[in-house]
């Protein structure tokens, strides 16, 4: 079983720029998180969908940030425009209904110069 | 505001020796504590997990103990190896809702061979 994909690995832009955040969950998974961790820091809820549709957003920073998951399957979160302070590593997990634990991706980590 | 607090920031350990690594949380609503351990270029791997029903909870080298009116728990690697060498994450959620996990800021583990 494929576990949680995340495209690209890592991504470098300037200040300004937009960026598109790839994740695939786990086939099967209507739970889909997306998480950042600045350096050093706690890994920091960002939101939650169940399928297709947002559960809980509270965590996205701005509206810089858009995510969405058309069809219930893959996820993008989009930062446009990207801020210095958006720099950090963005996790992806998902997980089955009424199932504890989260799997998570590899990561992206982005770099806002 | 950090909800669960963890510590220490790195810690190295000498190969066959206990590794403690320590978390605290302040919402008493919280009725879910995992362990994430991550290898470096990969995401955070579910490790172990425990209920606040139980104080102690064992898989193999590894025991969270738990102590609720403290609202603290800690995560000890009996026989540390070096193939443990990851940072590892507390976490605290809510059953109902687990999407509401909140991190630690993880601990660097290097165990010394």
């Known amino acids: 079983e494929a576990g949680v994909t995340q495209f690209p690995s890592h991504s470098v832009i300037e200040k300004g720029q937009t960026v598109t955040l790839r994740c695939d969950p786990i086939?099967?998974?209507?739970?889909l998180y997306w998480y950042r961790r600045v350096m050093g820091k706690e890994i920091k809820f960002l939101l939650h969908?169940?399928?297709?549709?947002?559960?809980?957003e509270s965590g996205m920073p701005n509206n810089r940030f858009l995510a969405e998951r058309t069809g219930g399957t893959y996820s993008t979160l989009k930062v446009q425009p990207a801020e210095l302070e958006d720099s950090g590593v963005y996790f992806c997990?998902?997980?089955?209904?009424?199932?504890?634990?989260?799997?998570f991706g590899p990561g992206t980590r982005l770099t806002v110069t | 505001q950090q909800q669960v607090k963890q510590s220490p920031q790195s810690l190295i350990v000498q190969k066959g020796g206990i590794s403690i690594i320590n978390c605290a949380y302040e919402?008493?609503?919280?009725?879910?504590f995992p362990w994430y351990q991550q290898f470096p270029g990969k995401g955070p791997a579910l490790l172990i997990a425990?209920?606040?029903?139980?104080s102690e909870k064992k898989e193999g080298r590894f025991t969270i103990s738990f102590n609720k009116s403290a609202k603290q728990f800690s995560l000890h690697i009996m026989d540390s190896q070096p193939g443990d060498s990851a940072t590892y994450f507390c976490?605290?959620?809510?059953?109902?809702?687990?999407?509401?996990?909140?991190f630690g800021a993880g601990t660097r583990l290097t165990v010394k061979p």
């Open positions: 969908f169940v399928k297709e549709s947002k559960q809980d």
């Open positions: 919402n008493t609503a919280f009725d879910y």
């Open positions: 976490a605290a959620a809510l059953l109902y809702n687990n999407n509401d996990m909140r």
């Open positions: 086939s099967g998974h209507d739970n």
């Open positions: 997990a998902s997980s089955q209904p009424n199932r504890l634990g989260q799997y």
């Open positions: 425990i209920r606040p029903d139980v």
